[in-house]
């Protein structure tokens, strides 16, 4: 990233570049620690962005895991409709997680928060039902799968007599 050489004019307020030019804001920023001039540091909106970051990162593991769960389920619920696309992207979602995990260890105590499994488990059914076509009501109200199962590699879930039977009263 190109480092900003230049202040901001005598009337302009580091706040105004925030809202204005988030781009220039930043280098400013970062110009400001380097150079150690610490009280023109905006630091109402850095803690902002330091905590927008640890945000960002959550989402896309909360993202992931919901794509992954919305695949587990298209797999148990429709097993003749079963795909490459389909592992494919269930090995994919597991494997960018794990490298998430491993860069951002922190993030693995959401693996253990009922609340948080909670909701990626109904953006996972609303994902699936979006997919199939199959009813939201149909799938279990809570992960029947514990993480360990969702992120290991060999787990492919098998629909089950309760699963087949659910099914054919669909129809």
């Given at each position: ?9 005598q ?18 920023q ?12 905006d ?41 490459f696309?389909?592992?494919g992207?269930i090995?994919?979602?597991?494997k ?25 488990w ?11 076509g ?8 809570t ?9 290991n ?10 699963i087949q ?6 129809k």
């Amino acid at each position: 990233m190109p480092k900003l050489t230049t202040t901001p004019t005598q009337a302009e307020e580091p706040n105004a570049r925030y809202d204005g030019d988030l781009v220039a804001w930043a280098n400013e920023q970062a110009m400001f620690l380097r150079t150690g001039q610490l009280d023109k540091l905006d630091l109402e909106n850095i803690a902002e962005e330091v905590e927008s970051v640890g945000r960002a990162e959550h989402n896309a593991l909360e993202s992931r895991m919901s794509v992954l769960m919305a695949h587990l389920l298209k797999w148990q619920y429709q097993p003749a409709q079963r795909s490459f696309g389909w592992k494919g992207t269930i090995e994919e979602q597991r494997k960018r997680i794990a490298r998430l995990l491993k860069k951002m260890p922190s993030l693995k105590v959401s693996l253990t928060d009922e609340e948080w499994i909670t909701d990626v488990w109904d953006d996972g059914k609303i994902i699936a039902f979006k997919d199939t076509g199959i009813n939201k009501s149909t799938f279990p109200e809570t992960c029947p799968w514990s993480m360990h199962e969702v992120l290991n590699d060999a787990f492919y879930p098998q629909p089950t007599q309760e699963i087949q039977d659910k099914l054919a009263q669909a129809k």
